[in-house]
């Protein structure tokens, strides 16, 4: 009985210690993908016009939702994935343009 019990825990132990493993890696790699999205950044930081070589280079696909008038007038919301980051919260980047950081 106890043998059955030390074994499930160290069953147990091995599992969360793979999924944790895989955690880190994963966070590790948005780590590095965050850091070269910066780098990207850093080389338009002074545009002055959008061109489309930048905008492949930075955008990864734009997703245009269904149109809502349900308040009476027409709102629809556009999501933009960047490339390596994916979809960045509007708030965020509200935050970033008046000058907040997170």
Request: aromatic share 6%.
């Given at each position: 009985?106890?043998?059955?019990?030390?074994?499930?825990?160290?069953?147990?132990?091995?599992?969360?210690?793979?999924?944790?493993?895989?955690?880190?890696?994963?966070?590790?790699?948005?780590?590095?993908?965050?850091?070269?999205?910066?780098?990207?950044?850093?080389?338009?930081?002074?545009?002055?016009?959008?061109?489309?070589?930048?905008?492949?280079?930075?955008?990864?696909?734009?997703?245009?939702?269904?149109?809502d008038?349900?308040?009476?007038?027409?709102?629809?919301?556009?999501?933009?994935?960047y490339?390596?980051?994916?979809?960045?919260?509007?708030?965020?980047?509200?935050?970033?343009?008046?000058?907040?950081?997170?």
């Amino acid at each position: 009985m106890l043998s059955d019990d030390y074994e499930q825990e160290q069953k147990e132990l091995r599992e969360k210690l793979l999924r944790l493993n895989e955690e880190i890696t994963e966070q590790e790699e948005q780590a590095e993908n965050i850091d070269r999205f910066i780098c990207k950044v850093r080389k338009y930081l002074d545009l002055d016009e959008l061109t489309p070589t930048i905008l492949n280079d930075m955008v990864k696909a734009v997703y245009v939702h269904a149109p809502d008038k349900s308040k009476g007038y027409r709102e629809q919301q556009i999501d933009i994935s960047y490339d390596l980051v994916g979809i960045l919260p509007a708030s965020l980047l509200i935050d970033l343009q008046n000058g907040e950081t997170a």
